[in-house]
């Protein structure tokens, strides 16, 4: 068996050269911006926070905080498959895993069932799904690379 060894030069200018590439000060933000408002003016991150923390009349739904506890562990991988599949662009990877778990927190909004919605609230929307009203928080799921 071979073993191929690299002068420490070698590896710190290949090391300088994909840090480089990937970038500093990138950053991924997913959830509701400033911009998604209903019709009335209501910020949607407004309403998502009331449904993820709930208040006097509205149980916890936390779909943010599931999104994080049922998927984090994959970020990891999933960054590095998009770092790989981009040419190490930061920007790039950050784009494609911002997608993914943009996603991942639909699905939590989309298959939370419980708490249920009170009886008086099924009726009035005419069905069980409890962070769906309009779809509109739904379809709010964004994200930035900034």
Do not use: C
């Given at each position: 068996?071979?073993?191929?060894?690299?002068?420490?030069?070698?590896?710190?200018?290949?090391?300088?050269?994909?840090?480089?590439?990937?970038?500093g000060?990138?950053?991924?933000?997913?959830?509701?911006?400033?911009?998604?408002?209903?019709?009335?003016?209501?910020?949607?991150?407004?309403?998502?926070?009331?449904?993820?923390?709930?208040?006097?009349?509205?149980?916890?739904?936390?779909?943010?905080?599931?999104?994080?506890?049922?998927?984090?562990?994959?970020?990891?991988?999933?960054?590095?498959?998009?770092?790989?599949?981009?040419?190490?662009?930061?920007?790039?990877?950050?784009?494609?895993a911002?997608?993914?778990?943009?996603?991942?927190?639909?699905?939590?909004?989309?298959?939370?069932?419980?708490?249920?919605?009170?009886?008086?609230?099924?009726?009035?929307?005419?069905?069980?799904?409890?962070?769906?009203?309009?779809?509109?928080?739904l379809?709010?799921?964004?994200?930035?690379?900034?």
């Open positions: 068996m071979a073993v191929k060894l690299f002068k420490l030069d070698t590896v710190r200018r290949a090391l300088t050269t994909l840090v480089d590439k990937v970038g000060q990138t950053e991924l933000q997913v959830g509701f911006f400033e911009d998604a408002k209903y019709q009335d003016g209501t910020p949607v991150a407004a309403v998502a926070a009331y449904n993820e923390f709930g208040t006097d009349t509205i149980p916890p739904r936390p779909f943010m905080r599931n999104t994080i506890a049922h998927n984090r562990e994959n970020w990891g991988p999933l960054m590095g498959a998009a770092l790989k599949a981009s040419g190490y662009s930061a920007h790039n990877a950050l784009n494609m911002g997608e993914k778990i943009a996603t991942q927190m639909q699905r939590e909004i989309t298959d939370m069932k419980s708490p249920p919605n009170a009886p008086a609230t099924v009726r009035e929307k005419g069905f069980d799904k409890p962070l769906i009203d309009t779809g509109h928080m379809n709010s799921v964004s994200y930035e690379v900034k």
